[in-house]
């Protein structure tokens, strides 16, 4: 039924000019502020959002550069993985996951998600673990932390790094403490749509290691140490100075908005209970932080367009898996590697996630979804729910 309701509702996937509205007054000052002090690179604001960060974390030290996934690449060759080295990380995530491995010259070796929480399974580690295993990157997924314990026992057996992908999860927590504190070193992404968002590109390094915070701090710039004092063939990869003054504004209300993603999941998973969907679990160890809220369904496609004829907006992330993209042809991974992966990329849908959402377009969406009525043939994937052992709230049980 086609209501005037409908025709004016329009749910998008985010809304980012809505929370600037809001902080306008601040950010304006704070950037005419940098412009006026006209110190663009480096300097003052970077050192003090570093310093903001890392509290935040909970570790010692936190290194700005140009986006998330120089951060990941950085904290690999902070630890000197390279040519010759493997790192351990999922089928399922951002390229960008992998993409950072291959460019220090290390290879990714690819291991399946768990079925519940659609991170790392860690007991497909073992197996990719060979003599030139060097690290490990489990990836927070989601905002939803992986099963740290595990992977860290790996890790420790063989002498390995984990450094964590963080770059969907800034301020969840594993078993109390932040994402970025729970392995050696971690990444983060500033991408405008992440929790922690810069009005363009940015990342940061954090780690308690001060040895590795220092070789970042020297390979996002150069290879300097002293000014023109080139110690290693480093690279410009700075946090710009104007995104740092940002940032240090909108980490002030990062936990606020992380609480707002919780409620609009906890009315999401409330109303879509029962209905033909798979929702998202949270596991007991898990305090996620919904970068994205992630359901799957038989008919993925058929949804998205039902959707979208109602004018919500929805996403995938991601429709390919990392070992079957073309770009990783030379991998020699095949279709069947890694069959959770594979499965979920076919059923996966991200609905409207972001502090500013109302209430009632989180119903407005979970309604239009129990409305849908696939018209092609083929079963629900109700049958999975349930072996899921979802019960109302979205917890596992
Ligand atoms: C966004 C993202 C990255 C890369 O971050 P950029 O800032 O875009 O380079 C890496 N890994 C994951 C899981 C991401 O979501």
């Known amino acids: 039924m086609v209501t005037a309701r409908t025709l004016q509702h329009k749910v998008p ?28 690179i480096l300097g003052r604001e970077v050192e003090i959002f570093e310093k903001e960060f890392a509290t935040f974390c909970g570790v010692e030290y936190a290194v700005g550069v140009d986006c998330g996934m120089s951060a990941l690449e950085l904290a690999l060759r ?55 295993t060097k690290a490990i990157m489990p990836v927070h997924l989601y905002g939803h932390p992986c099963d740290m314990d595990p992977v860290r026992k790996i890790a420790e057996q063989y002498g390995l790094i984990v450094i964590e992908d963080a770059c969907q999860a800034h301020g969840a927590r594993y078993q109390g403490k932040r994402a970025g504190s729970l392995g050696h070193a971690a990444a983060f992404s500033f991408y405008p749509s992440k929790n922690l968002g810069a009005y363009g590109d940015g990342g940061i390094v954090v780690t308690s290691d001060r040895h590795v915070a220092e070789r970042v701090q020297i390979l996002r710039n150069y290879g300097q140490r002293e000014k023109y004092q080139h110690v290693v063939p480093g690279y410009n990869r700075r946090l710009d100075t104007l995104q740092a003054a940002v940032l240090r504004i909108k980490l002030c209300h990062l936990d606020t908005w992380n609480d707002a993603r919780r409620r609009h999941a906890k009315l999401y998973h409330r109303l879509l209970a029962g ?20 359901i799957r369904a038989a008919h993925r496609d058929a949804l998205a367009k039902h959707l979208s004829n109602l004018g919500i907006a929805s996403g995938m992330h991601y429709p390919i898996p990392i070992h079957l993209q073309p770009a990783y042809r030379n991998l020699g991974y095949k279709k069947g590697d890694f069959p959770v992966s594979e ?8 609905l409207p996630l972001y502090p500013e959402l109302a209430p009632s377009d989180v119903e407005y969406v979970a309604e239009n979804i129990q409305n849908f009525i696939p018209t092609m043939p083929g079963g629900s994937i109700q049958a999975e729910t349930l072996s899921n052992a979802v019960d109302g709230t979205g917890n596992l049980s």
């Not at 985010?14 to 006209?38: H, K, M």
């Not at 209905?275 to 992630?294: G, I, K, N, Q, R």
């Not at 499965?343 to 991200?350: F, T």
Request: overall charge negative; cysteine-free; hydrophobic content about 45%.
């Open 343 to 350: 499965q979920y990329a076919e059923q996966i849908l991200s």
């Open 13 to 40: 996937f985010l809304d980012l000019a809505a929370q600037y509205s809001v902080l306008a007054s601040e950010i304006d000052e704070a950037i005419s502020r940098v412009l006026r002090e006209s110190s663009f």
């Open 78 to 132: 902070a630890y000197e993985i390279g040519h010759g080295d493997e790192v351990v990380t999922v089928a399922n995530s951002f390229i960008a996951s992998a993409l950072a491995i291959s460019h220090t010259g290390a290879t990714p070796v690819l291991v399946d998600v768990d079925r519940q929480t659609y991170t790392i399974d860690a007991s497909g580690i073992h197996a990719a673990i060979t003599p030139r």
């Open 275 to 294: 209905s033909e969907v798979v929702t998202p679990t949270e596991a007991s160890y898990a305090d996620p932080v919904w970068h994205l809220y992630v």
